[in-house]
C-alpha cells in the first residue's frame, strides 16, 4: 500500500510540444494511502494517460511521481509493485479459475499454504469459490473480468490496484453488482485504489473521492456531494448530474443578476468581480422550482417523463433550462409558466470557476 504523490507532472506525447498540447496539464496533487479515488472525464480528457504514469507505462515528460516519498517516475512498471486491471478481462483460458489468482503469487514463491489460503480469500469476496476448479476458457465475460479483478487484488504486498474503466464489457444487469463488490474488497483490503471512467455512476458509488479531469487538467477532487453541490468548475456542474447544472450568462450586480430582461436575487452580494470576466450563473434542475407564484415567466418545451422522476424542459429569456418536476405534482401544462429561482442554491462563476473558492 502506498501514498501516491504527483509533483508538478505534465506529459506531451511528442518533443517541442506547446503547454496547450499537452496531453496532461502540470498538476500536483496527492492520493492517500489506502484511498478509493476515481478519475472521472470524457474521452480524451487524460485519465488513462494519467494512470499509465502512474504504473510506469508512460513516462511523464516532466515532474515525479512518488510512492510513499520515493521517487518511481524511472522504474519500470514491475519495479513499482502495483495491479493494474484493464477494460477487457486478461486470463489464462486454459487454467483453472484458482491457478489464474494464484499465478502472481506463484510467481513471487508463497508456499503453498499462503496461497491456498489467499486465493480463497479473494474468490470468496468476488463470490468465485464454486468456479475454482473450471476452466476459465467456459467463463461469461462478467466472471472473466472477476478473474481479472481478483488477480490485481491478490497480492497483499500491491502498493497500489488501478482500473482502467474495468466494466466496459460487463453486461448492465451486473455492473451495479460488481461496483458493490469493488467497494466491498475495498473496506476489506485497505488498499489504494485508482479506479478510470467517463462514467459518473460508477465513479460516484466507488470512490470516496472523484477527481474531475477536463482537456488534460485535474478541475476539482473532492467527495460525490462536495462535487454536486458545489462544483467549482461550470464543467464539473455540467458532467456531474444527469441533467447536469443550468448555466445562463449573467450581469452580476451587487445582490443581483440580470439575465435578459430578468433580475434573478442572489443569497449574497458580489461587489468585487473583475472587469471583463465571462459571467454565469448555475444552478441545480432540483433547485429551479414550478410555481404558480414564481416571479418569473418561462416558455415550456417539453417534460422528460424518466418513469422515476420528471423534468420540465424550458426556454428562460433564450436560455434552455431544465427543471425537476416535484414527485406527486401533475405535469406543468404551458407554453407559458412560471418559475421561481432559490437564492441559496445559485452559483456565479467568473471565466468558468466559482467565485469565492479558494
Known amino acids: 500500500m502506498a501514498q501516491i504523490e504527483l509533483v508538478d507532472l505534465a ?23 489506502g484511498g478509493a479515488y476515481a478519475l472521472l472525464g470524457p474521452s480524451g480528457c487524460g485519465k488513462t494517460t494519467l494512470l499509465n504514469i502512474i504504473s510506469g507505462l508512460v513516462t511523464p515528460s516532466r515532474g515525479k511521481v512518488l510512492f510513499d516519498g520515493v521517487d518511481v517516475t524511472g522504474l519500470p512498471t514491475e519495479r513499482r509493485n502495483i495491479a493494474q486491471v484493464f477494460q477487457f478481462p486478461v486470463v489464462y483460458d486454459t487454467m483453472t479459475v484458482f491457478d489464474n489468482l494464484a499465478f502472481p503469487l506463484r510467481n513471487r514463491g508463497l508456499d503453498r499454504r499462503a496461497v491456498e489460503a489467499r486465493v480463497r480469500e479473494i474468490a470468496g469476496l468476488l463470490d468465485l469459490t464454486p468456479d475454482l476448479s473450471r476452466r476459465a476458457r467456459g467463463l461469461g465475460a462478467d466472471a472473466k473480468q472477476k478473474i481479472s479483478l481478483g488477480r490485481g487484488l491478490v497480492r497483499p504486498d500491491v502498493a497500489a490496484v488501478l482500473f482502467d474503466e474495468p466494466l466496459t464489457v460487463i453486461d448492465p444487469a451486473l455492473k451495479w453488482e460488481l461496483r458493490s463488490k469493488l467497494k466491498a474488497l475495498h473496506r476489506a483490503l485497505d488498499v489504494t485504489m485508482i479506479y478510470v471512467t467517463h462514467d459518473q455512476t460508477e465513479a460516484l458509488t466507488f470512490a470516496d473521492t472523484v477527481v474531475v479531469m477536463h482537456d ?22 455540467h458532467f456531474i448530474g444527469s441533467p447536469g447544472m443550468n448555466f445562463m450568462p449573467a450581469q452580476v450586480m451587487a445582490a443581483q443578476a440580470q439575465v435578459g430582461e430578468a433580475m434573478i436575487p442572489l443569497a449574497r452580494s458580489y461587489p468585487a468581480l473583475s472587469a471583463g470576466a465571462k459571467l454565469a450563473i448555475g444552478i441545480r434542475p432540483e433547485h429551479l422550482r414550478l410555481s404558480a407564484h414564481g416571479e418569473h ?34 405535469p406543468p401544462s404551458g407554453p407559458d409558466i412560471r418559475i421561481a429561482f432559490d437564492p441559496a442554491r445559485i452559483h456565479v462563476y467568473a471565466d468558468n470557476l466559482l467565485v469565492g473558492e479558494p
Open 11 to 33: 506529459h506531451a506525447y511528442w518533443t517541442h510540444a506547446e503547454p496547450a498540447d499537452y496531453a496532461l496539464k502540470p498538476m500536483t496533487t496527492t492520493w492517500r494511502q
Open 216 to 237: 488534460g487538467g485535474i478541475v476539482q477532487s473532492g467527495r460525490p456531494d462536495e462535487l454536486y453541490d458545489r462544483p467549482r468548475h461550470t464543467f464539473v456542474g
Open 297 to 330: 415567466r418561462a416558455r415550456l418545451e417539453r417534460v422528460e417523463d424518466l418513469g422515476r422522476v420528471r423534468y420540465a424542459r424550458l426556454n428562460f429569456e433564450g436560455h434552455r433550462l431544465a427543471a425537476l418536476v416535484p414527485e406527486g405534482e401533475p
